[in-house]
């Protein structure tokens, strides 16, 4: 299978040609204000570096952080409806009660409370009640708003109320968008409808980039299929991704993560992606970014997203280098991309890392002789200080004592020299476009997150009821169904409920099914 | 009553709901959803009085309302609103009384919001003070079932309506116990209320000042924070807690005991520790800190467990390996070192039969 890869970052869109499990070309274009003929120059360039013809590509890939982007910045974001279903549960705080006001305002900020919802076991709190919703439908046609996000109190246990709501809007409602809760988020009511609602929002940008990828593929002449990544590493195709923009949030670390394990071979390390500004660290576990334990904001909204746990520090190959009172200070701040004027061995002023890497002699890049004058012993003790900053991310990001290799991606990689706290250093080939080889290799999964009653069921039962449904979802998410693995068994016993009930996350993954 | 005390706002519930989780020592519940609901009636137009335990007298009714349940199921089913007013009118129609203000029973974590949200309500105050000046992990291990405070009649109420009243109980042990069967009947999380005290009892037996105190952690605590000053160093520095260690956590080891969960966390020292070991003792809260194998701080004093960079309390849920700690100690009140008290929230209590209860003023650096 020949795939593409591509990630489209805010200021490089990477793109690499793979070829089965061998990478053939990768490159580097700048992203563009219109997306679409950035991922074009890309895809351009890089089937010319891999000498491949278009009708050779069978699948494309993308990751882009184009709709976290537009949260963010609140822009091209849809008037959205808030519907949740669970009174007289709930009623204390209504929908977006905890969002920044300039994006509660940017997309109309409309929330409505209706009846339904379940309990924690599967019991319904209260029945929909129909006319309730379509008084509610009426006042959305009359606001002028096409895009719905429904939420019902427990629905992650069982989402019949929220698809019966979605038939009742579809159908007084026709051509509106609608996001089911369910869908997206797992238990804690505000984080998921949050999520619901971003979605919601997004809606008509998703169309309309979704098109621009489309043309931008047919323009080159390619007749495959594409798919964009999600945040847990994983593939949704193009008609999906339409309809789950929000599934994209932070899948540009996640791919850098997927890549260096990819590209080194290792399944379980460190991860360090070093930039121009930052470096990211994270942790690989069973080839897959370990995820963040605690809420992620996106745009100051709460949500309960699968995010890797990905910690940032100042470091990149265009950090400013200083010494103040015999103390070598590195970052965070940088010149960033305007490096290549800006940087000492390029003809500039200022003194970055990758001028004091140069001057070392372990790497040749610019001209040498513009950094002649730096000392063996400023060099030494800058190296040290990098290191040292290094080290320190790294073992924040360690999980058990084990020693696990540390795998270094990205264009800033040339800064790291030797092991990193007396850990074995990795530096793969292609490290400068890991993020869009993360891409290229994705693979599809599904998830369940329940809540069983094992004094009812047994554990052995539970999981693996909840084992046959996260491969039931990795299949109906496009998965190869004898490829699937389950790379993930959390249960969590509920403290101070009887009958242990205990909350199944299982997480099944396998291997993209073409054709 | 009288003119004493001030008056709570609506920027003063996100310090209290900060304050409230530092003195969780690890437990507690996550304030955040009562922190939003409180906010969303304070948004409405109230405020409420905050009165200092010297002005109740004999002739007011202190009445106490607080969320049971599983933490998981109320941050996906959260109240309706008026649950900590209908349990709180059951009892006191009960007793043919109305109170005149609320306390919590435990300020640390999410019980600190819910007398706030009932008193909002109801257009009365609360009494700056609570039952234990911290968390702990059962309702008698509260200042005012030690001394002696009564347990019915309590009653229960869901979001749909119902309310369940116990009229007549014979011990703490088992309200708590029918209250739990009942809660889970409920759908896992409702609201209690325990029998309203007299002015004077609460006056004699609550830990004082304590909304006052939670307010003070959490202003100094956002106060740093949006100085980009040190959190660590400023709350020791401004709140009267001391610090102990500052460490990573190297193992971390848990187990469900009848419903509670256990363990126990180690920490290698940095900074000023590095070379020394710690030992943290878990049971939703934490219980002990051993330095060097040496107890230096135990229950019911407070242990708390701040992020080091971030100065942010951690619960006892979120430690994992690798996690960098400052371990900060904040001395119990007189009314929790007592001999009674000890028995029931000192260390031998807590399963340490080896330990005597050592109390902190005066040993940290």
Redesign the interface.
């Known amino acids: 299978m020949i795939r593409i890869g591509i990630d489209v970052g805010g200021t490089n869109t990477d793109a690499v040609v793979m070829d089965g499990t061998t990478v053939i070309a990768g490159v580097k274009a700048a992203t563009t204000g219109d997306v679409m003929t950035g991922v074009v120059n890309a895809l351009k360039a890089v089937l010319e570096a891999s000498k491949m013809e278009a009708s050779a590509i069978d699948v494309v890939m993308i990751g882009t952080t184009h709709f976290t982007n537009a949260v963010v910045q609140r822009r091209d974001l849809a008037k959205t409806a808030a519907v949740r279903l669970?009174?007289?549960?709930?009623?204390?705080?209504?929908p977006m009660?905890?969002w920044p006001e300039d994006l509660k305002v940017a997309i109309g900020g409309v929330g409505y409370l209706a009846h339904g919802?379940n309990?924690?076991d599967g019991?319904v709190?209260?029945p929909i009640d129909e006319a309730e919703l379509l008084g509610i439908a009426e006042d959305i046609k009359s606001k002028g708003i096409n895009t719905i996000a429904i939420t019902s109190?427990?629905s992650p246990v069982t989402n019949d109320f929220e698809k019966q709501a979605g038939e009742i809007f579809a159908k007084a409602l026709p051509g509106v968008h609608i996001t089911l809760s369910s869908d997206i988020g797992r238990?804690?009511?505000?984080e998921r409808e949050n999520a619901a609602i971003m979605n919601a929002c997004l809606r008509d940008l998703s169309k309309h980039v979704i098109e621009a990828f489309r043309k931008a593929i047919t323009e080159t002449g390619i007749k495959g299929r594409f798919y964009l990544t999600q945040n847990d590493g994983t593939l949704m195709d193009a008609e999906f991704a339409e309809k789950f923009p929000v599934l994209t949030f932070a899948s540009g670390p996640t791919n850098s993560m997927r890549g260096a394990a990819f590209l080194s071979g290792v399944a379980d390390a460190i991860v360090v992606d070093i930039g121009g500004t930052t470096s990211d660290v994270g942790s690989l576990h069973k080839g897959f970014p370990r995820q963040a334990?605690?809420a992620v904001e996106v745009g100051g909204v709460r949500t309960n997203f699968r995010m890797p746990d990905v910690f940032s520090i100042g470091l990149g190959g265009g950090s400013h280098v200083v010494e103040t009172g015999g103390a070598i200070k590195v970052g965070p701040t940088s010149v960033g991309y305007r490096i290549v004027t800006e940087a000492l061995i390029f003809g500039g002023t200022t003194l970055t890392t990758s001028d004091v890497v140069v001057a070392s002699g372990r790497y040749d890049l610019g001209d040498k002789s513009k950094v002649a004058h730096l000392t063996p012993d400023f060099i030494a003790r800058t190296q040290a200080r990098i290191m040292s900053m290094l080290e320190d991310c790294v073992?924040?990001?360690?999980?058990?004592?084990d020693p696990l290799p540390v795998i270094v991606v990205g264009g800033g990689s040339i800064l790291v020299d030797g092991p990193i706290g007396g850990l074995e250093v990795i530096k793969p080939n292609h490290f400068a476009v890991a993020n869009a080889v993360g891409a290229a290799i994705a693979q599809v999964s599904g998830e369940v997150d329940r809540?069983y009653a094992l004094a009812e069921i047994g554990r052995d039962q539970a999981l693996a009821d909840a084992k046959e449904r996260a491969t039931e979802a990795a299949v109906a998410a496009g998965a190869l169904r004898s490829s699937i693995e389950i790379v993930d068994v959390e249960d969590v016993?509920?403290?101070?409920?009887?009958?242990n009930?205990t909350?199944v996350r299982v997480k099944a993954v396998g291997e993209l099914h073409v054709g | 009553m009288s003119d004493k005390g001030y008056i709570l706002k609506e920027a003063d519930l996100h310090p209290l709901s900060i304050g409230a989780a530092l003195l969780g020592t690890g437990g507690g519940g996550n304030p955040y959803i009562g922190f939003l609901r409180a906010r969303e009636v304070f948004r409405q137009g109230a405020t409420v009085p905050v009165i200092p335990l010297e002005v109740l007298t004999q002739d007011d009714w202190v009445g106490e309302v607080g969320g049971i349940g599983a933490p998981v199921v109320s941050a996906e089913k959260f109240e309706q609103g008026d649950e900590g007013t209908r349990a709180l009118a059951a009892v006191e129609s009960e007793l043919g009384i109305e109170v005149a203000a609320m306390i919590s029973g435990e300020i640390g974590g999410a019980n600190a919001m819910e007398p706030v949200i009932t008193a909002a309500k109801l257009g009365i105050g609360i009494v700056d003070g609570d039952g234990m000046g911290r968390a702990f992990p059962e309702v008698q291990m509260c200042t005012f079932f030690i001394y002696g405070g009564g347990v019915a009649p309590a009653a229960i109420a869901d979001e749909k309506g119902n309310v369940v009243v116990y009229k007549h109980v014979i011990d703490m042990f088992w309200l708590e116990r029918m209250a739990r069967h009942t809660t889970v009947d409920m759908g896992a999380t409702a609201m209690l209320a325990l029998p309203p005290m007299r002015g004077d009892f609460v006056q004699k037996t609550a830990v004082p000042a304590t909304v006052t105190q939670a307010v003070h952690i959490g202003r100094t605590v956002l106060k740093a924070r949006k100085a980009r000053k040190n959190v660590v160093e400023t709350v020791v520095e401004e709140t009267g807690a001391k610090l102990f260690f500052t460490g990573k956590i190297t193992d971390i080891r848990r187990h469900l005991v009848g419903g509670f969960a256990r363990g126990e966390a180690i920490l290698s020292g940095l900074g000023d520790w590095a070379g020394s070991e710690a030992k943290i003792a878990i049971q939703n809260e934490n219980l002990v800190l051993w330095v060097d194998g040496v107890p230096v701080l135990m229950v019911p004093d407070l242990i708390v467990n701040l992020e080091l960079d971030t100065g942010e309390p951690l619960t006892t849920e979120v430690l994992r390996y690798g996690q960098r700690l400052a371990v900060i100690g904040l001395p119990a009140h007189d009314l929790l070192k007592t001999e009674k008290a000890l028995e029931i929230i000192g260390p031998k209590a807590f399963g340490y039969p080896d330990l005597t209860y050592n109390p902190l003023e005066g040993k940290a650096k």
Do not use: K, M, N, W
């Not at chain 1, 009174?87 to 209504?94: E, G, H, V």
């Not at chain 1, 238990?187 to 505000?190: Q, S």
């Not at chain 1, 016993?493 to 009958?499: E, F, K, M």
């Open positions: 669970g009174l007289p549960a709930t009623a204390s705080l209504p009660v905890d919802g309990e924690f019991r709190i209260s109190v427990f238990i804690g009511l505000l334990t605690v073992e924040r990001s360690r999980l058990s004592p809540v016993p509920l403290a101070y409920l009887p009958g009930a909350r």
